[in-house]
Nanobody
């Protein structure tokens, strides 16, 4: 599967952005798509993931209640709606995917086999 992320930009604290990840190639129920982010000088952190069927979703504690992951099967696209943004949300955001069937969605970057290019989100204070 090929992934194309978009939607990053500059926003003030408290504002919102919606990231998109367009998937091409094999997209079916066992595909999991996730969002990770990497701030300058820091490790890549998990943000959210969704099973392509939509039956399972998981969020990092740091974004629960502020971010929402969703998918549009007709457009083969996964979205990350980010509300109440904080300066600490500033990072390059990556979408990633894997096809493995797992007991629960993975929050570990090593489990993800396919990665899109990043999109920069900058939140000013």
């Amino acid at each position: 599967v090929q992934l194309q992320a978009s939607g990053g930009g500059l926003v003030q604290a408290g504002g919102s952005l919606r990231l998109s990840c367009a998937a091409s190639g094999r997209t079916f129920g066992t595909l999991t798509l996730g969002w990770f982010r990497q701030a300058p000088g820091k490790e890549r952190d998990f943000v959210a993931a969704i099973l392509w069927s939509g039956h399972s979703i998981v969020y990092a504690d740091s974004v629960k209640g502020r971010f929402t992951i969703s998918r549009d099967n007709a457009k083969n696209t996964v979205y990350l709606q980010m509300n109440s943004l904080k300066p600490e949300d500033t990072a390059v955001y990556y979408c990633a995917s894997y096809y493995k069937i797992m007991a629960k969605l993975s929050t570990t970057s090593n489990e993800y086999d396919y990665w899109g290019q990043g999109t920069l989100v900058t939140v000013s204070s």
